[in-house]
């Protein structure tokens, strides 16, 4: 039976996506101290299954984009597991490093590259612990990098781990009991003084659930958050371009178009970012984006309704409307029509304003009565109701947006 305090619901659902496991670690008063994210899918696998490398990445990107605001509610660090080939690849975890806990596994071998990663992790302020360690010389410079000393109660004697602990008491790390499944073990592990506890005997992993975004549409989530900054930054933008190859090239073909033709041909995507501009790479950002995820008719009709509500801002009675703002909340109330994802999912991983997001969600303040007028016009004309009582500008801006928006598809 479980010792510490319950966790919060996970809010599962059968629709949902497994998305990973979460078992909560304690300190010495039962507090939630950290919680290990681990590796699950919809078919039951586990990291050793689908193979480190992989686990990893997908346990990254599930927790980047779908499950972060769900392990905040633990009010405690994740402890993640990072693969070898992940810590050495000069990326670095997305996210704010006091919101983590790097676990270094005995798998990994602690040569020249692995410590140098891990030195400019540790430079750029993540904390480390170290998992089934094997206290090996060899270890001893990532020792003086980590924080905590994890001891698998399962495979480590007890007097062993005590030796081990008298060993390195010089080191100001906190030592972490882990597979604790019994009272005893807890109380063995308590009284000798140890930090941390983790194992069956406190809580099992727990299924968190959520829905998963497509790493295309996370890559248009990042842009969209890019491109709508009050002072976007060309060479960030320009790079989360590049990850996305099918974009990049429909970009370059474009800029070389009739449309934007010069004498000087444009090959990179820096170039093409500046010969257009953010306004027009706004809109053939979000209108290739669109075509790569839904049907022509769905996207056409989401990108009319972006561009009346720009147009019909301007007519807003009350406080000034931004045009740019108003396209943004027209063209995000269908994005999952257009992309194919869960709405809140999708509008949770954008990095832009709450009110952008409450307009295009629940239509609320100025923005989200201006998509809601747009959107009620919308209906009428797909039922084939009499416009004669509708507002004539009204009618004449909507018609004006679906021929700026064709003029933009017979370019793509």
């Not at 005995?106 to 612990?129: K, L, N, Y």
């Not at 005590?162 to 060993?167: A, D, E, F, N, P």
Request: hydrophobic share 45%; charged share 25%.
């Amino acid at each position: 039976m479980a010792n510490g305090p319950d966790l919060p619901a996970d809010d599962s659902d059968s629709e949902l996506n497994v998305l990973l496991a979460a078992q909560p670690i304690y300190d010495r008063e039962n507090a939630v101290a950290g919680v290990e994210l681990l590796y699950r899918n919809d078919e039951g696998q586990t990291a050793f299954d689908v193979g480190e490398r992989n686990a990893t990445n997908e346990l990254l990107f599930n927790f980047c984009t779908g499950v972060s605001d769900q392990i905040k509610r633990y009010q405690a660090p994740a402890f993640i597991n990072v693969s070898r080939s992940f810590l050495c690849s000069g990326a670095f975890l997305p996210i704010d490093p006091g919101r983590v806990v790097v676990e270094l596994v005995e798998r990994i071998d602690p040569d020249a590259e692995v410590i140098e990663a891990v030195r400019r992790w540790h430079q750029r302020g993540f904390s480390f612990a170290l998992d089934d360690f094997e206290f090996k010389p060899e270890w001893e410079p990532l020792l003086r990098m980590s924080s905590i000393i994890k001891v698998d109660v399962e495979k480590t004697p007890f007097h062993q781990a005590l030796t081990y602990r008298k060993q390195l008491s010089h080191y100001p790390v906190r030592w972490l009991a882990e597979r604790i499944e019994t009272p005893e073990d807890h109380q063995r592990f308590y009284a000798a003084g140890f930090d941390l506890f983790q194992g069956y005997f406190f809580a099992r992993p727990k299924i968190i659930h959520g829905k998963k975004l497509s790493p295309a549409a996370l890559n248009v989530a990042r842009l969209i958050g890019l491109l709508y900054a009050l002072e976007p930054d060309i060479d960030r933008i320009t790079q989360v371009l590049s990850e996305d190859p099918m974009l990049s090239v429909s970009l370059i073909r474009i800029v070389n178009s009739p449309l934007y033709k010069t004498r000087q041909e444009v090959s990179s995507l820096k170039e093409v970012v500046m010969r257009m501009g953010i306004l027009a790479i706004r809109r053939w950002v979000l209108l290739i984006s669109s075509l790569q995820g839904g049907s022509p008719e769905k996207v056409r009709l989401i990108l009319v309704r972006a561009q009346a509500c720009a147009a019909l801002s301007e007519y807003y009675r009350g406080k000034p409307l931004d045009s740019g703002r108003a396209f943004l909340a027209g063209l995000l109330s269908g994005a999952d029509v257009m992309l194919g994802v869960d709405l809140p999912t999708f509008l949770n991983a954008l990095d832009i304003s709450s009110d952008v997001k409450a307009a295009a969600l629940a239509r609320e303040g100025g923005l989200g009565k201006v998509v809601d007028v747009i959107e009620r016009l919308e209906r009428r004309l797909a039922m084939k109701q009499d416009l004669s009582t509708v507002n004539r500008t009204l009618v004449r801006l909507y018609e004006q947006s679906a021929q700026n928006v064709q003029a933009l598809f017979n370019h793509v």
